[in-house]
């Protein structure tokens, strides 16, 4: 059998594959899966204001389901906008979000989860701003458990830097040539090094900041990092990626290059030495890019930080917002899936919670946040 280490690595190999080479991805979904155990996933995006989602990759999903989620299912799904609440980074499970006692009674479940024999799901938000997430989903057709969680929660930095670094060579059509014909233009600062931390490209971005050395620096022809153990690692992550990036991406490949909590700057390393990276690393004798890039502190929705400051229930939260979008306990049961008497609950807990005593008033409380 396969090592968990050695199933570890190759995984992380094809994320950062897919993150150069967008088709790879529902192949890298499938991998996930094997990993974790979970019979389908999904890697999209979310937006709680306008209750907008889209897939942007699937695995082993029923196409007719997919389809009836965006037409008729999306603005039922009662995860929503709870999940995307949670921090960057944190693994979740269905129940964490909402008791399976309340998920059963929904129409989402009975008309959606059920009849595709989804047991549960494991969810990430990947990158939250303030009311759009990028995630990645994973479904079971069993009980999740610690392991499952456990092995998806290893993943997950390297999916979001996988997500991150892809998103900067949307630019391109060509997913071959992409990081050669876009280093030009992105909007992080770009290098190319070898193992000795030489220099062999550099775009506009990044000569700029070696003009301004707060960050990083340029001695002789190497790349060094202005802090001596911001620098310390990436001369050792240079060297760990011209063996092979296994090494490096089991370890983690993002540098801090700053302490302030404000204005965080951290240096991205993309092994360039196997896979689909390989052939840009070998046209420039280059082991590895680095993406500086500055990562701004999250802020709060509305929504959200009502929902922390009365500690509202995922159920409440969105009775809350639907009060917000339509008039009257029938209209909103109507949007949420829910029954009549479920939504009287809610709202009353809404109203104790919140000390007020009328729909109006939880519109005029959104209004002033």
């Known amino acids: 059998m396969v090592s968990e ?88 499970t269905d ?56 092995r998806l929660g290893i993943l997950v930095p390297h999916l979001q830097r996988a997500v991150a670094i892809g998103r900067l060579f949307e630019q391109s059509n060509s997913t071959e040539h992409a990081l050669t014909k876009t280093l030009d233009h992105v909007e992080a600062a770009v290098f190319l090094v070898r193992a000795n931390a030489e220099i062999i490209f550099a775009n506009d971005n990044a000569k700029r900041i070696l003009v301004e050395a707060t960050l990083v620096r340029k001695e002789g022809d190497e790349l060094r990092a202005v802090a001596p153990d911001a620098n310390h690692t990436l001369r050792s992550i240079f060297i760990s990626a011209e063996k092979g990036d296994a090494s490096v991406g089991v370890r983690g490949i993002a540098v801090p290059l700053t302490d302030a909590l404000d204005e965080r700057w951290f240096a991205h390393v993309l092994p360039l030495t196997s896979g689909r990276r390989q052939q840009t690393g070998n046209d420039y004798a280059a082991v590895a890019a680095v993406f500086i890039r500055k990562t701004p502190p999250n802020a709060l929705s509305p929504l959200e930080g009502i929902a922390k400051l009365y500690k509202l229930s995922a159920s409440e939260v969105r009775v809350f917002d639907a009060v917000c979008k339509v008039n009257g306990v029938k209209a909103i049961s109507d949007l949420l899936g829910i029954s009549q008497a479920t939504v009287k609950t809610h709202l009353h807990n809404v109203f104790r919670k919140t000390k007020t005593k009328r729909q109006i008033d939880l519109v005029k409380l959104a209004s002033g946040m």
């Open 5 to 92: 280490a050695v199933a570890l690595s190759a995984v992380i190999g094809d994320i950062y594959d897919a993150a150069i080479d967008p088709t790879l991805w529902r192949q890298v979904l499938g991998r996930i899966c094997a990993f974790v155990g979970g019979s389908s996933a999904a890697l999209y995006w979310h937006d709680a204001a306008t209750e907008r989602s889209e897939a942007l990759h699937l695995f082993n999903d029923n196409p007719t389901y997919t389809r009836l989620y965006f037409e008729k299912y999306l603005p039922m799904n009662p995860m929503f906008p709870a999940a995307t609440f949670v921090d960057a980074g944190v693994v979740t």
């Open 95 to 150: 129940e964490d979000i909402m008791p399976a006692s309340e998920l059963v009674k929904t129409r989402f479940y009975k008309e959606w989860v059920e009849p595709q024999g989804i047991v549960s799901a494991l969810a990430v938000n990947l990158e939250k701003g303030v009311t759009r997430t990028s995630l990645i989903n994973i479904r079971t057709t069993v009980p999740t458990n610690q392991q499952m969680r456990h």
